[in-house]
C-alpha cells in the first residue's frame, strides 16, 4: 500500500500503508522472537537472543541503506524505494513459512515426542525445581553460618524461614532467644531441622540436597565445613556415621510437632547433628 | 579449566562459548533470525524515508507526517500485545506468517 500510495499520489493509501506495517511487524516479531528463544536449550537462551537482536539490528541498518539507495540512485524513486520493502518483507514472509512449529522447547535436546503444550511444561517444571534447588541450597548456606553462630546469620536467618515453617512447628510466632545465647541452642536447632523436612517435602526427593552439596556450597561460600561435617562421627563412635539419629532428637523434633521424616530418605542429617551439639 | 592458549583437543570439535553454530542447522533457530532481519530492513526503511515522502511527494506539514509515524508506532506497540497473544493461542509460525503477510500488503 505504501509503494501504491507513493505511486499514485495517495496520502491516505500511504498512511494507511505505513500504519499496517506498523500492525505487521509488531503482530510477527514477539512470536519469532519466541520462536528462537524455545528453539535452543534454556542455558542458551541468552546466546539465542543475542544471535536474534544482532541479526535485526543488521536488517535495520541494512533496510535503511537499501530503501535509500534505492530512492535516492538514478532510474529510482519513492516507488522504487517501497517496492524494495516490499521484496524485504515478501522475503520475511518465506522464512517465516520455512520455520517449523516454532514451539519447541530445547530444540536440541528434546525433539522426539510428546505436544508443544506438554513439552513446555515438562522444561517450566525442571526449570522451577533447580530453581527452587538453587534457593533452597542458598538458605541452607545461610541456616549452617547461623548454627555456627556467625554474627550476620545470627541476626537474619530465622526469618528466612517465612511463616509457613514457625506454623509448622507449632510456634508461631518463635520466641525470641537471649541475645547472648549459643546459636546451637534446643530452638535454633529445632528450626534449622523444621526448614530441613519443609524443603526436603518441597523438593519431592532428597537426592537434590544431599549433605555432599551443602558441604560444597558451604565451602563456595567460605565457610569451613570440616567441624560440622567432623562431628557426628567422631561423636559417636562406633555406630553408623552420620545417617543415625539419635532417640533423643527424635523425641525432641515430635515435642515440636514436626512429623518425623523417613530414615530412608536421609532425612534430619543437618538436625541430628545439631541437636546432639545442643544437647 | 582448559588452557585457553594451548591449541583445542583434537577428539572433537569444541563447543563455541559465544555462538554454537550447531544452532544454525535448526530451522526453528535460523528461520526466525532470517525473518525478524528482513521485517527490519523493511520497517525501518520504510521509517525512514516515510518522512521525507510526506513532506517531498505529498507536501504535508511536518505535524501530519508525525502524526502519521506515531500511529505507526503505536499501531506496532498495540499488535505486539496481539502478537503475543495470538503465538500463546494459535502457535508461533502462524502468528509470524500472518504478521508477515499483513507487512507485506503494507508494504506493498
Known amino acids: 500500500l505504501i509503494a501504491l500510495g507513493a505511486s499514485q499520489g495517495s496520502l491516505l493509501w500511504f498512511g494507511g500503508g505505513l500504519v499496517l506495517q506498523g500492525l505487521g511487524n509488531g503482530v510477527a516479531v514477539p512470536p519469532l522472537n519466541a520462536a528462537v528463544a524455545s528453539a535452543v536449550p534454556i542455558e542458551d537462551v541468552g546466546i539465542a537472543a543475542a544471535a536474534n537482536r544482532l541479526l535485526s539490528q543488521v536488517g535495520n541498518a541494512f ?59 515438562a522444561a517450566s517444571g525442571t526449570g522451577d525445581r533447580v530453581e527452587r534447588s538453587i534457593t533452597i541450597r542458598m538458605r541452607r548456606a545461610r541456616l549452617g553460618a547461623h548454627q555456627r553462630g556467625l554474627p550476620h546469620a545470627r541476626r537474619r536467618a530465622p526469618n528466612r524461614l517465612g511463616p509457613a515453617a514457625s506454623d509448622r512447628l507449632g510456634s508461631s510466632p518463635r ?10 541452642c534446643e530452638p535454633a536447632a529445632a528450626t534449622v531441622r523444621g526448614a530441613d523436612h519443609l524443603e526436603r517435602e518441597a523438593l519431592g526427593e532428597a537426592d537434590l540436597v544431599g549433605e555432599r ?57 543437618t538436625s541430628s547433628r545439631t541437636l546432639m551439639r545442643g544437647g | 579449566v582448559r588452557d585457553w592458549r594451548r591449541s583445542p583437543p583434537s577428539s572433537a570439535a569444541p563447543r563455541s562459548r559465544l555462538l554454537p553454530l550447531e544452532y544454525f542447522s535448526l530451522r526453528d533457530f535460523t528461520a526466525p533470525i532470517l525473518a525478524n532481519g528482513f521485517m527490519g530492513a523493511a520497517y525501518m526503511g520504510a521509517f525512514v524515508l516515510a518522512p521525507l515522502i510526506f513532506l517531498e511527494t ?12 506515531l500511529l505507526r508506532t503505536g499501531a506496532l506497540t498495540a499488535a505486539s500485545l496481539l502478537g503475543g497473544w495470538l503465538a500463546g493461542r494459535v502457535g508461533a509460525r502462524p502468528t509470524a506468517v500472518v504478521g508477515t503477510v499483513v507487512m507485506t500488503i503494507g508494504s506493498g
Open chain 1, 63 to 121: 533496510g535503511i541503506t537499501i530503501l535509500t539507495l534505492a530512492y535516492g540512485s538514478r532510474g529510482g524513486g519513492s516507488t522504487v524505494a517501497f517496492a524494495v520493502g516490499g521484496a524485504l518483507s515478501v522475503l520475511a514472509v518465506v522464512t517465516a513459512l520455512a520455520m517449523e512449529a516454532g514451539d519447541a522447547v530445547d530444540g536440541l535436546g528434546s525433539r522426539a515426542g510428546g505436544s508443544g503444550a506438554s513439552r513446555r511444561a
Open chain 2, 58 to 69: 505529498f507536501g504535508s506539514s511536518v505535524t501530519l507526517a508525525s502524526l502519521v509515524m
Open chain 1, 213 to 269: 552439596d551443602r558441604v560444597e556450597l558451604l565451602g563456595r561460600f567460605g565457610i569451613s565445613t570440616s567441624s560440622t561435617t567432623a562431628r557426628p562421627a567422631r561423636r559417636s563412635v562406633g555406630a553408623r556415621p552420620s545417617r543415625t539419629r539419635p532417640a533423643g532428637a527424635a523425641a525432641a523434633l515430635a515435642a515440636f510437632g514436626a512429623p518425623a521424616p523417613s530414615p530412608a530418605s536421609g532425612g534430619g542429617t
Open chain 1, 175 to 184: 520466641p525470641a532467644r537471649p541475645r547472648g545465647a549459643r546459636a546451637g
